[in-house]
Structures are given as structure tokens and as C-alpha cells.
């Protein structure tokens, strides 16, 4: 029975590629109205919008194909990895606000790195722990070591919905921040795993786990820098708008791209160097191209992004009705149920485990600054990073399914968890996200932060390039002027002095604000 | 042997998806560059530099993997057909000059519907008569009808590049809209071709194809026109702009697709659909969306457009060096070399059967009118239509092979030939065409013209929607001012009421320069 639906499949998704994407395309299209109908409505996000949508439409396939089938496409993780991820990386990257990520690249990375390795410990020990308890056996070392970085991952897709750059840009930066070096992390995390010799786990494997984690960082982060300097310097020196803007905007998606690949292609970290690739884009190339190329570049990335991210949420809310994988997890729903549960649990307590601590010791490096990381605050990055999203399951695809189909017990029902507590996380978590920023930042958070900039439209406020860029000039006076305050802090330290090394040899060479065009 | 090598190659397409689109995103990349460094030599355009990078990187593989591969990827013309195709049609609809289309909107049918119906007719009955004496058979009744229709689809990319619409509008205005539709025709045809029954051959068979042919043009154009209102009216009434931009430009790029995909699903044409949906959207859903995002999907239409096409043109030099399919066919260099002069000599002899003729007739029925097509027009047009490129490819394999594959040595023949065709044909012709326009067109043709428009910068030229919306109204009133002259010509007549119903009736709902927004 399930290889001739196994073979139907097959032959729908040979000799039909038109009709699955045709749907998809459609629902798509629907979302998108949908999402922008409840824009308003701050309760319900885009994500559970087309987690809903997804549900209802694969309702509808399923009814339609007699109960076989709830998928318009399969979902395949190299797909997610080649094409959805990296123009949503890319994007965050490219719209990130470089100052403020800078300013606080410290606690980001103790935040994104560091909490990422106590996270998945604690999953990894509580499910080891656990697990057998729950009547659930099966599991090998490596896939417990795998459950840690799959559960480790944040999705802040949500939060970020929610918080407002120009209200809160400490909180928005960390979360925004965090939330990108945290995906960057678990993937890294998750391949040093895959490559690990898991039979001797003793504190050398640990040590070389780290080590590797260094390496790929490092390698990954220059193999980005590299990519958006030459790009930068290629549009520097030929000045392709002389001719034509097209071809700018088609070099620096496709260099963009190109990253990523040889990242992928040198089993580097393909999400950091394309995270920095953004960057380096945004900071140098983006001031080598024309004005329209500028706009189109900027909305581009942002429209690439939105679209890849509803895609992967429709998926998911699909993926949740696939009979298949229910059947073959042989699990009864009581015990489905409390490994859920206790996933939720241990999500919440990981996350838990490092926000306060490592905010306490941020606080401490930061005693100087004005801008402490409240106990108010804590709290809600906290609750923002509880999303789980599409890199869990990317990743849990990637070690329980073969190209999205398993027949294992085990492995199917890792799966379905996993889509639970993606569902569960997005749904609850991120629909009582709203009410609890309400509720712990009364005053619109006005007066906790420092940092004030002038209010922006609602559409910059999602593409914040521009206003940032053109407020840089007399953010360097405001540097140089507070000097002496920025003594007390080695980030600031380190910050103002690259200002000072970009300004003087990096932009001449690879443009920005000050560099030979006029019109910037 | 061979089976080896294509398991390795199925091998190395499974497991390394990554290999290969790095080293051809990394080509395309090249190709920009060099095609930017290149841009002020006017004799080499822009798919005659891809097709010798094609050609070169294609040397490079195949020494690198001991003269068992030239292919970086396998063309598959279901890539063509789903992915590349719809972006280059759908921006040429986006961007063409709907008023000098529809003005010349006859004269471009006939060239574009009738004379691909002549040019296959005498590519056909050449080929039938000329192959069994070249000593090549074994091509059914089927493949030789393919044959014609492979043979009648232009190419006019080159054309378009030495072309100017602001210098020589007229002869822009023809080249470039019997391009789109002869595109859009010889599909259509093709499929009439695979759909028809070819053992009675009639003229009630005749009668049937060119049934079909009506039911599908107007069909597929009734999609088209329906997908870009519906756009443009969700659009309008919606008004995405005030939350997003990203929503809007998602949103036209994705209902551009789905319109494109509705028709291959409905079996209809669906690059005609995608052609009258990227018009309506240009004059309808473009005006409802913001300054941003106007210029955003300008650009980004060009841009997919300009990046299928090169990497079109990058294939085809490739597969030049496709020693597999060299094997296969078995014919001598000798034969293989008569066949494709015989070829080009149906082709150049198909093309002037029809463009003398319908020029005449064209100039017959515009007699009250000014702008005549001259007999140097005629032969720049029968020039600038001798091209063959991507569709002729993709027809080739769709008729000729399995998924890029054929072991039947007739049908790599033909394959070649194609290849071959389009390659000399594409650089010879290609190369001669500015000198011949040169010569032809000596005063720059200022003269011979009557519609002179303002000089517009050069990248406007190549994107010229924007200052054509610009004098819309007017164009209306001159329009309406010389009501007697436009009479004399029924296509000017329905031009002109079609304008003053759209002013009325269309653009209140579905948007336009006239319409609520006041920034348009």
C-alpha cells in the first residue's frame, strides 16, 4: 500500500512538477493577502498565518486524495538549505543595523554561541535522561547529541514582528542579533556533530568539537568578508551603473549566492558567511551602485526573504497533517504527548539556563554603559528565543528522514515531534508574546533605553538601511565627542577605532557614505 | 562506458547539487563582468560573449574530466520551460512600449503569427525534400513538422541591442514585438504539432492546427489579461503599499508566475499568458503600488530576464562541446555540415518569403499613413529575425530527447544541427547585424522616422516604461487632435476609442496614471 502511494508520488512529482508548484505559488498568494488583511491584528503574526493556511490546505489535499497525501511538494532539506535559507540569512545580514549589532557584538555572541552550546547540553542531558523514562528507546548517542542543536536553534521571526527597532533597539538588536547567530550556530553545531567520532565521548571530543566550531567560525566569517569586499570593489572600480543597474543588482545577488555555495561547497558554515557577506554588502557595496539600484537591492533581499520564510512556515503547517509520518511513529498519542512536553519543558529551561546568567555577566563587562540588559529585559529575550522554527526541522529532516521520507518508528516520531513543537512553540508562545512585551514594557519602553532616533514610517522601520546610513556621520561626532565614556568599555573601544580605520582606508577603497559618489 | 559515465553524472547530480551551481553561478558572475567590460564595443553583444564563456568553460570541463563531460549542469527542458522562460517573456510584456505595440499591433501579427506559419511551411517542405537527398533519414512525419516550428522561432536578443527604440522607434517597435509573439507562436505551434494526428495529413488536419492555434491564442490571452486585472485590482483596493512594499512586489512577481503556470496547467500558452499579463500589469498593477516598489519591479523583471537569458546563452556553449552527443550522431563532418547550410538557407529563404510579402501588405493597408516600413526597414527586419536561440534549443530537446539525453543517433543529429545553427547563426548573423544597420540606416535614422521622442539616458532606454507612462496624456491629446488622420487607419481608430474607454471605464478600478494616486 505505501509504495504504491510512494510510487504515485514519485510519478505526480516526475511528470506533474506544474501542478504542485502551481498550488504553492497560489496558497502563497493567498498568504500574502491574508497576512497583509491581518496586519493590524498584532495577535496573529505572519508565521501562524501561514502555519494556519498550510494546516487548511493540507486538510484540503488530504481529503482530496482520499486521506493518502496532505503535501503539495515534498520537502526535501537540501531545498531548504540551498535555496530558502540562505536568502533569509542574507537579508538579516544585509538589513541588520551594523552599529548597534557592533556596539553589542559581545553579549550577541555570548548570547548566540555560548547559550547555544548550554542549551543543547541541557536538552541533550534531559533527554538522555528522560527519554528512556517515557518508555521511548531507540536513539544512539549521535541522534541525542543532534536532538541538542536541532532544539537549540530560535526562530524570531515572531518577536521581531512584534518588537520595534525604533522603540527598544537594545532588546530588538540582541533579539535580532542572538536570533541570527543562534541559527548560524546550531547548523555549525549540528555538522561538527555529524563529523564527530561519537564512540569515545570523553572531554578531548568535546575540546574538538569546540576547536571545529572555532575553525568554521573563523573561516566561514573571512570567507563572507572576502565575498562582499570584492564584490564592493568590483562595483567600485568597473561602476557598472555607467551602463546599465541591472547588472549591478544581478552581480550582488548572484555574489550573494556565490558565498553561500563555496561555503558549502569548503564544509564551511554557508548561513555565516552569507550572515556576513550581508554585512560587508550592505556597508560597502551598497554605496557603489545607482540610486534605483540601491531601492531595488534593499527591497529585493527583503521581498527573497519574506517569501522563502512563508514558504517553510506553509510547509510546515502541511507537513503537520501528513498521515504518514503519524503511522509509522508507532508511539501512542499519551506518550507522543509527554515527550512533547517534555521537550517544551527542557526548550524552556535551557533557554533559561543562559539568558539570566549571561546577561548578569554582560551587565558585568558593560558596568560603564548607561544601557543595562534589565531583569524586564531578560525575561523577554527569554521568551523570544522559546520559537522553534524552520531550522529545526530543516534539521531534523536532515538526520531522521531520508530526502523527507523515513520508515523508521524512531525517527518518524522525532520527526512529528519536532513539527509539534515548532507548531506549539509559533502558536502559543508567539501569540503570548505580544501581551507579555505589553504587559513588562508598559511605557513603550521610551525611557529604558537610550538610544532614541527619530521615529521612522512603518515601511522603513522593516528596511532600516537607509535612515541608519544617513545618521552615520553624526553618530562618529557623537562617538568621538563621549570619548572618554567609551574608555570604560572595550566593545566601544574597538568600535570607535574601526570607525576610525574604516573611514580612512576601508572606504576609500571599497566605498561607503564618504567615498567618491556624490549622491550618497 | 557510457553507462558509467552517465551514472557518475547521475551520482555527482544527486550528491553534489552544490558542485555544479557554484561553478555556474561563479560563470555567470564572469559573464557579467566581462559582458560590462565589453559593453562599449558594440560588436560584441551580450549572448555572443555568454555563448564563448559557455564555450570555453565547456573546453575547461571536459579537459578536467578527461573528455567524458563539457556540462556543468544537465539541461533539462522542463528547467527552460518552468524557470527560465516566463521571466524573459513576462519583462518583455512588462517593458514593452504598449503604444507603439498596439499601434503597430497588426503589422506585428502577421509577422509574428502568419509568417512563422510561412517560414515553417518552407522549412518543412525544404527539409522533407532536401534530408533523403543529403543521405539523412529516418525522421517521421512528426519531427519534421518539429523541425519547422524548432526552425521559425527568432532570437532578437542581438537585434535589440544595437537597436534603438528612441532612434529608430518603428523599426524597434516591429522587431521587438514580432520577436515576443513569433516566440510565443512557434510554441504554441509546436505543441499543436505534438497534439495533432499526423498519419492524415490534410487540409482538414491544416484546418484543425490553425483551429487550435486561434482557441489557444485567445485563450491563453483571456489568462493573461485576467491574471494582471485581478493584480491590479487586488492591488488597488488592498493597497499593500501602506503597510509593505515587500508584499506588493511579492505579489506581482508570484501571480506573475501563477498566471504562467495556470496556463501550462490548463494547457494552454503560457508565455503568451505571462506576455499580456506582464502588460496589463505594467499598465495597470504597477500605478497602485508605491514610488519604491515601481522601481523595485522594474528592475527586478529585467534582471530575472537578463540573468535566464545569459544563462541560457551559457548552456548552449557548453552543450556545443558535448562530445557524448557528437558520438551518438553518426553522421560524417561533411553531411553534418551540408544539413546546417541547408538549414540556415531554408531559414533565411522562409524568413524573406514572409517579411517582403507582409511589408507590402503591412504598407497596404497603412497607406494613410506616414510611417511606411521602407525596403531597407524590410531587410534590417529580415536580418534582425535570422537569429535562432534559446526556444529553438529548448523546442530541439523537448522533440529530440529524454530529460537532455538521446541515444538515437537521428535525433542527436538534429540536436547538434540545432545547436550549430544557433551558434553560427547567433554569432555570424549576430555579428554583422550593426554593420549592416549602419549601412542600411546611415542618418541614424532620424529621418525616416516620424515618431521622435525625447533622448532618454541610456538606462532608461533599456527599461522605457517610465517616461513612456510619463507623457501618456500627452500622447492623448495628440491623439485627439488629428482624429481625421487616425480614420484613415482602423487600428488607430480602435487605439484611440480603446484609450478613451480605458480612461473611463478601466483605470477607476484597476489603477493607472489617472487613477486615485495622486504620486503617479
Redesign the interface.
Known amino acids: 500500500m505505501e509504495s504504491i502511494v510512494e510510487f504515485m508520488r514519485n510519478l505526480a512529482q516526475q511528470h506533474a ?3 504542485p ?2 498550488l504553492f ?2 496558497v ?2 493567498l498568504c ?2 491574508i ?3 491581518l ?1 493590524e491584528n498584532r495577535w496573529v503574526n505572519e508565521s501562524i498565518t501561514a502555519i494556519i493556511i498550510g494546516c487548511i490546505s493540507g486538510t484540503f489535499i488530504l481529503v482530496l486524495s482520499n486521506g493518502k497525501n496532505s503535501h503539495i511538494l515534498r520537502f526535501n532539506e ?1 531545498i531548504f538549505f ?1 535555496y530558502l535559507l540562505p536568502p533569509i540569512i542574507f537579508n538579516a545580514g544585509f538589513q541588520v543595523k551594523k552599529k548597534q549589532f557592533f556596539q553589542n557584538f559581545i553579549t550577541i555572541m555570548l548570547f548566540g554561541v555560548v547559550g547555544v552550546f548550554i542549551s543543547a547540553f541541557i536538552i541533550v542531558a534531559g533527554c538522555r535522561w528522560l527519554f528512556p523514562r517515557l518508555g521511548f528507546y531507540g536513539l544512539k548517542a549521535r541522534d541525542y547529541l543532534a536532538v541538542g542543536a536541532i532544539f537549540s536553534s530560535t526562530d524570531t521571526v515572531c518577536t521581531l514582528q512584534v518588537l520595534h527597532q525604533d522603540e527598544t533597539p537594545l532588546l530588538y538588536s540582541l533579539v535580532f542579533g542572538e536570533g541570527v547567530v543562534n541559527d548560524a550556530t546550531s547548523v555549525v553545531l549540528f555538522n561538527a556533530i555529524q563529523k564527530m567520532d561519537v564512540t569515545r565521548l570523553n572531554s578531548m571530543t568535546t575540546l574538538h568539537v569546540i576547536g571545529d566550531f572555532v575553525y568554521l567560525f573563523l573561516t566561514s566569517t573571512a570567507l563572507g568578508v572576502t565575498t562582499g569586499l570584492v564584490t564592493a570593489y ?1 562595483l567600485k572600480t ?1 561602476y ?2 555607467r ?5 549591478e ?3 550582488m ?3 550573494a ?2 558565498s553561500y ?2 561555503a ?2 569548503l564544509d564551511l558554515s554557508g548561513i555565516l558567511t552569507v550572515f556576513f557577506c550581508g554585512i560587508l554588502m550592505s556597508h560597502y557595496a551598497w554605496h557603489n551602485v ?1 540610486e ?2 540601491r ?2 537591492t534593499r ?2 533581499f ?2 527573497m526573504s ?2 522563502a520564510e512563508t514558504f517553510i512556515f506553509l510547509y510546515v503547517g502541511m507537513d503537520a497533517l501528513d498521515i504518514e509520518k503519524w503511522k509509522t511513529s508507532k508511539l501512542s498519542f499519551g506518550n507522543s504527548m509527554s515527550i512533547c512536553s517534555m521537550l517544551m519543558l527542557l526548550i524552556l529551561l535551557g533557554r533559561a539556563a543562559f539568558v539570566f546568567p549571561l546577561s548578569a555577566l554582560s551587565n558585568c563587562m558593560n558596568r560603564g554603559r548607561v544601557s543595562l540588559i534589565t531583569f524586564r529585559h531578560q525575561i523577554i529575550i527569554w521568551w523570544a528565543g522559546l520559537m522553534r522554527g524552520a531550522v529545526s526541522i530543516a534539521l531534523a529532516y536532515k538526520q531522521f528522514t531520508n530526502a523527507g521520507v523515513t520508515w523508521e518508528p524512531i525517527f518518524a516520531t522525532m520527526v512529528t515531534n519536532t513539527i509539534i513543537v515548532v507548531l506549539f512553540s509559533t502558536m502559543v508562545f508567539g501569540f503570548l508574546t505580544k501581551p507579555l512585551i505589553v504587559y513588562m514594557l508598559p511605557q513603550n519602553a521610551n525611557n529604558q533605553d537610550n538610544h532614541q532616533e527619530e521615529k521612522m514610517p ?2 522603513d522601520a ?1 528596511l532600516p538601511l537607509l535612515s541608519f546610513e544617513e545618521s552615520a556621520t553624526t553618530n562618529l561626532q557623537r562617538a568621538s565627542e563621549s570619548f572618554s565614556m567609551l574608555m570604560e568599555s572595550p566593545v566601544y573601544t574597538i568600535h570607535y577605532y574601526w570607525r576610525k580605520f574604516d573611514n580612512a582606508y576601508m572606504r576609500p577603497v571599497f566605498g561607503g557614505p564618504g567615498s567618491s559618489h556624490p549622491e550618497c
Chains 1, 2 share one sequence.
Open positions: 512538477q506544474v501542478v508548484l502551481t505559488v497560489a502563497l498568494c500574502l493577502i497576512g497583509h488583511l496586519e537540501e540551498i568590483i568597473l557598472f551603473g551602463h546599465s543597474s541591472i547588472r543588482i544581478s552581480l545577488v548572484l555574489m549566492y556565490l555555495m563555496l558549502e561547497l545607482t534605483s539600484s531601492i531595488t527591497h529585493v527583503a521581498m519574506y517569501v512603518k515601511e522593516r
